[in-house]
């Protein structure tokens, strides 16, 4: 059964950064889409970022350019989101999700069939 296991979510002011991991394990797929979500109280699920295992294409929402980076590690099966110049409304929980659907629209949530437990990620003002 695939298992993604999140970390690296916290605490921290307004302007500061946090590293978020993404930990996958039996996928029983080699090339898939590595997304980023977050939802918030009283908000709708969100995109934040994607990546494509194989050949690392990024996909960014638009709100978050320029502040979020994704990345890949290969080695450890994990996809890293670097979050800086964070600010209160990027208070959520942060949920990595993965999909074997290289065809599917990346901030779709519905694309993807697996889901990590999630991180809770707080931002002071």
């Known amino acids: 059964q695939v298992q993604l296991v999140e970390s690296g979510g916290g605490l921290v002011q307004a302007g500061g950064s946090l590293r978020l991991s993404c930990a996958a394990s039996r996928l029983p797929f080699s090339n898939y889409v590595m997304g980023w979500f977050r939802h918030a109280p009283g908000k709708e699920r969100e995109f934040v970022s994607a990546?494509?295992?194989?050949?690392?294409?990024?996909y960014y929402a638009d709100s978050m350019k320029g502040r979020f980076t994704i990345s890949r590690d290969i080695a450890k099966n994990t996809v890293l989101l670097q979050m800086d110049n964070l600010k209160p409304e990027d208070t959520a929980i942060y949920y990595c999700?993965?999909?074997?659907?290289?065809?599917?629209?990346?901030?779709?949530?519905?694309?993807?069939?697996?889901w990590g437990q999630g991180t809770q990620v707080t931002v002071s003002s």
């Open positions: 999700a993965t999909t074997r659907n290289l065809m599917a629209v990346p901030a779709n949530p519905a694309t993807y069939p697996y």
């Open positions: 990546i494509t295992w194989s050949g690392g294409s990024t």
